[in-house]
């Protein structure tokens, strides 16, 4: 099992920036890929960004790509997601996510997940 906590969420004018922060414990010796989700009221959950346990491999939604930027840090079993120019549109709910296998834009494909953070970003 892996528990995951998610931190740095907040309020924010559009054209700033949030940076979000996942801590994982639990059974962190083995690997794992992590991911980034967000979901809107009213809408299904969306895949942001994931990154594999080595970190050489970064994978984006197009609709982030350019202002987002997802990295881990395995000494301290955290995963951080740095949001820039941010858009009122992602105003959402933001899930950091991990599975014990290659990264996925697929939120079922995840096993754990945390209780998430609020992002709003005011026009």
């Known amino acids: 099992q892996v528990q995951l906590v998610e931190s740095g969420g907040g309020l924010v004018q559009a054209g700033g920036s949030l940076r979000l922060s996942c801590a994982a414990s639990?059974?962190?010796?083995?690997?794992?890929?992590m991911g980034w989700f967000r979901q809107a009221p009213g809408k299904e959950r969306q895949f942001v960004a994931a990154i594999s346990w080595s970190g050489d491999n970064t994978y984006y939604a197009d609709s982030v790509k350019g202002r987002f930027t997802i990295s881990r840090d395995n000494a301290k079993n955290t995963v951080s997601l740095q949001m820039n120019s941010l858009k009122p549109e992602d105003t959402a709910v933001y899930y950091c996510?991990?599975?014990?296998?290659?990264?996925?834009?697929?939120?079922?494909?995840?096993?754990?997940w945390g209780q998430g953070t609020q992002v709003t970003v005011s026009s």
């Open positions: 996510a991990a599975r014990y296998s290659r990264p996925s834009g697929v939120p079922y494909e995840y096993n754990f």
């Open positions: 639990g059974r962190t010796s083995s690997s794992y890929a």
